[in-house]
């Protein structure tokens, strides 16, 4: 049978960010974690959780977006003819 739950260093090494990272996101609740006596371990499903959230866009998205939203391009002022 699979393990259900892993280390936050193991968690840290799926997700591809450093030990100090993952930490950081169990401690403020970005990544769900459960304290089994002294031992601190991240169920498998948080992590699905945390990929399955809300993306953030990329900046060619947000760049796209940006322009977008004014209808056109954006100046600094009036254009000489």
């Given at each position: 049978?699979?393990?259900?739950?892993?280390t936050?260093?193991?968690?840290?090494?799926?997700?591809?960010?450093?030990?100090?990272?993952?930490?950081?996101?169990?401690?403020?609740?970005?990544?769900?974690?459960?304290?089994?006596?002294?031992?601190?371990?991240?169920?498998?499903?948080?992590?699905?959780?945390?990929?399955?959230?809300?993306?953030?866009?990329?900046?060619?998205?947000?760049?796209?977006?940006?322009?977008?939203a004014?209808?056109?391009s954006?100046?600094?002022?009036?254009?000489?003819?």
């Open positions: 049978m699979d393990r259900l739950t892993l936050v260093t193991e968690a840290a090494a799926v997700l591809g960010v450093s030990r100090s990272t993952a930490y950081e996101c169990v401690r403020t609740g970005e990544l769900r974690a459960v304290r089994l006596g002294r031992r601190l371990v991240v169920p498998r499903s948080a992590i699905v959780d945390l990929l399955d959230g809300p993306c953030f866009p990329t900046s060619s998205d947000a760049a796209t977006s940006v322009s977008g004014a209808g056109g954006v100046s600094d002022g009036p254009v000489a003819s």
